[in-house]
């Protein structure tokens, strides 16, 4: 890519006004060209990565790119959190834009919708104004399919490409590299990321831009009557009298086994509720899918109710516990409380 960019700016000096007759052909030409230099095999030694995002999800995925060879630059708001990827040998840069000057595929995992926005298309500091033609912007963070359509038309309008790639696994799919990706965009692209998208787990792809983040949202909204479900069989199997930790064991290997019960169950009875995915963050998600529904002309009355339940634990001070943290919502419902 750096032999492109110089090679780019050599014929511009060729063609210096921009109402030239030649400007057209050069323009096609030189987009011709970083297309087909982008169209080669993603590795460690023809790849620059950059990271924008390094939180609990963040910090996983990317010592896994670290470990497999890729020179990483990372930036994160809470420089702090990054120091341990910059430990393993990552560089840090200072702003969005200056880390997509130095990559030339670009991955964004953080909070809200609004820091997506921020962070990729903010014109003077985010990572499209950044970035080369040719480069691809990879968003990870669960976030509104119309957003994921609007940075693919903004990428494209630069000669770049996107593609929205929101995961599920929680912390230890992250750390053990077994995340669910769903992708949205350009089949080929998302093709020619596969390389790096198995260091984090297996990428499945759902269609056009927005259709990863549409297939995000579904498996949240499982996700959130799943968790219903499993707090609710906790809380009766307590009541009832039952050795909660023994119910679990017996469900897990029938038809009441899920993975929520595996990532959660064991954490819930030991009142383990570090986030492996923040309420706050579940409460954003759900609320996302709730807007979708309205606009298809949904009634999702499962998750609706799931939604005012984490409601309940962001209002009572606890949306930066964990999504297994759920089992403290029906606690005071019931009066009762695990252990007890």
Same mark, same amino acid.
């Given at each position: 890519?750096?032999?492109?960019? *110089? ?14 007759? =030649?400007?057209p052909?050069? !323009?096609?030409?030189?987009? =011709?060209?970083?297309?087909?230099a982008?169209? $080669?095999?993603?590795n460690?030694? #023809?790849?620059?990565? $950059? ?7 963040g ?6 790119? /670290? ?12 420089l702090?959190?990054?120091? &341990? ?26 909070? *809200? &919708? ?15 104004? $950044? ?19 609007? /940075? ?10 996107s593609?929205?790639?929101?995961? =599920? ?11 669910? +990706?769903f ?11 596969? &390389?790096?998208? !198995? ?26 009557? !799943?968790?219903?479900?499993l707090?609710?069989? /906790? +809380? *009766?199997?307590?009541? @009832? ?8 064991? @017996? ?16 954490? +819930? ?10 309420? #706050?963050?579940?409460v954003?998600?759900?609320? +996302? ?5 309205? #606009?298809?002309?949904?009634? %999702? ?10 409601? =309940? ?8 516990? $964990? !999504?297994?943290? %759920?089992?403290? @919502? ?11």
């Amino acid at each position: 890519m750096r032999s492109l960019s *110089y090679l780019l700016g050599s014929l511009s000096r060729y063609f210096p006004h921009s109402q030239s007759s =030649s400007t057209p052909h050069l !323009t096609f030409l030189l987009r =011709s060209m970083a297309t087909s230099a982008a169209a $080669g095999p993603i590795n460690p030694s #023809n790849t620059r990565l $950059g990271w924008i995002g390094t939180g609990v999800m963040g910090r996983s995925m990317c010592a896994h790119l /670290i470990n497999a060879g890729y020179s990483l630059t990372v930036f994160n708001r809470t420089l702090s959190k990054a120091q &341990p990827l910059v430990d393993m040998g990552a560089r840090l840069a200072q702003t969005p834009h200056d880390l997509a000057a130095q990559s030339d595929v670009v991955f964004s995992i953080v909070g *809200y &919708p609004s820091d997506v926005l921020q962070v990729l298309l903010d014109p003077v500091n985010g990572a499209l104004s $950044g970035l080369r033609p040719g480069g691809i912007l990879v968003d990870m963070t669960t976030s509104e399919p119309s957003l994921a359509v609007e /940075i693919s038309t903004a990428a494209s309008s630069k000669n770049c490409s996107s593609i929205d790639a929101p995961v =599920s696994g929680g912390d230890r799919g992250a750390k053990n590299g077994t995340l669910a +990706i769903f992708a949205g965009g350009d089949e080929a692209i998302v093709n020619r990321l596969n &390389p790096v998208f !198995t260091l984090m787990g297996k990428v499945n792809y759902m269609g056009p831009s927005g259709k990863g983040q549409f297939a995000k949202l579904a498996n949240q909204i499982t996700i959130a009557s !799943t968790m219903v479900g499993l707090v609710e069989g /906790i +809380i *009766y199997a307590h009541k @009832a009298g039952l050795n909660v930790a023994s119910f679990l064991d @017996a469900i897990s290997t029938g038809a009441a086994g899920s993975k929520s019960l595996d990532l959660y169950g064991s954490r +819930i009875l030991k009142r383990d509720f570090d986030p492996g995915f923040f309420v #706050n963050h579940f409460v954003k998600d759900l609320g +996302i899918c709730l807007k979708e529904c309205q #606009n298809m002309g949904l009634a %999702l009355p499962g998750l609706a109710l799931a939604q005012q339940l984490y409601l =309940s634990l962001k209002a009572h001070g606890e949306g930066n516990l $964990g !999504t297994q943290a %759920l089992i403290l @919502a029906l606690e005071r419902l019931n009066n009762a409380t695990l252990g007890s």
